[in-house]
């Protein structure tokens, strides 16, 4: 489907998935990972994609420009283990067609 975006996961075991997400049913990444059962459940999205844990952290390998990080993102990045300058939430990062060829790293389970 045309809606759909090329992405790649690294999963926290260190496996690469290259995956098809949706565009068309205003999804994050957390979801997507959820959808897609890259990580076990109950350790991504805790929070439900508020932006109040960091259990969907990531860490953003490719050159995608993403939404400019908001307040509430950036106090919960500030507050988490293993931040690193490329980290973001990712609920925070809503799948679009500009986020087509995104590759991301799941950060540590805390």
């Known amino acids: 489907m045309e809606q759909d ?3 790649t996961i690294i999963d926290r075991e260190g496996v690469s998935h290259t995956i098809e997400a949706p565009t068309d049913m205003a999804m994050n990444l957390m979801e997507v ?8 459940e109950g350790t991504i999205g805790i929070c439900g994609g508020m932006a109040m844990c960091a259990s969907c952290q990531c860490y ?3 050159d ?9 993102e ?3 990045l500030a507050e988490a283990f293993y931040v690193k300058e ?3 939430l990712g609920c925070q990062i809503q799948m679009t067609p500009a986020m087509e060829g995104l590759k991301v790293a799941l ?3 805390s």
């Open 60 to 62: 953003v390998l490719s």
């Open 107 to 109: 950060a540590p389970e």
């Open 5 to 7: 975006i090329n992405i």
């Open 33 to 40: 990972v959820r959808s897609y059962e890259l990580a076990p």
């Open 64 to 72: 995608t420009e993403l939404p400019e990080m908001q307040a509430d």
């Open 86 to 88: 490329n980290s973001r």
């Open 74 to 76: 950036d106090a919960m």
